[in-house]
């Protein structure tokens, strides 16, 4: 039997491991990874939620690079019914804080405000060996009350 087109694979359960340098680059790579990563997806996150994803991956590695003080960092992201994992692990056990967020622009603390905001759950494990930032984001975003 022969087909002009290849079967529909749905994928649930793929993942992803990426170690990045710490380095100013780092996420926009990781941004890159994670914008592969969900095109493979089948079917892939609707638009707002692959936005929240990549979002949060380059706020977390972003953290990772500025923050932690460590020469490497590693992206994690899974895929399962309904949901997208995304995982930024790193060698200093110092979990995120939540800053007030300077307006003007100079200092930052939007970041994990914005990460819990856009995620369905978030957490912090944390290590003799450092730390794991999770966030979990739901494949299909949720319509937002008026």
């Given amino acids: 039997m022969s087909s002009a087109t ?11 491991v990426v170690t ?3 380095c ?10 994670a914008g592969d990563f969900l095109q493979g ?12 994803v990549v979002l949060i991956v380059s706020e977390l590695v972003t953290n990772a690079v500025r923050h932690t003080h460590t020469r490497t960092c590693t992206l994690s992201l899974a ?13 200093s056990p110092r979990p995120p ?3 007030d967020p300077d307006v ?3 200092g930052g603390g939007f970041g994990w405000p914005m990460v819990r905001r856009l995620a369905v ?6 290590s003799p060996h450092g730390k794991t930032v999770s966030a979990v984001v739901a494949r299909v975003n949720r319509p937002s009350a008026a």
Avoid at 25 to 33: C, K, L, P, Q, S
Wanted: proline share 11%; aromatic share 0%; charged share 25%.
């Fill in 24 to 33: 100013p680059e780092a996420a926009a790579v990781a941004r890159d990874v």
């Fill in 104 to 106: 003007r622009g100079e």
């Fill in 97 to 99: 804080c939540e800053r």
């Fill in 121 to 126: 759950s978030t957490s912090v494990e944390t």
């Fill in 20 to 22: 990045l340098e710490n």
């Fill in 41 to 52: 997806l089948g079917p892939p996150p609707d638009r707002d939620a692959a936005d929240a």
């Fill in 79 to 91: 895929a399962g019914p309904g949901i997208v994992t995304v995982g930024v692990a790193d060698a």
């Fill in 6 to 16: 290849a079967p529909h694979r749905v994928s649930t359960a793929p993942s992803l």
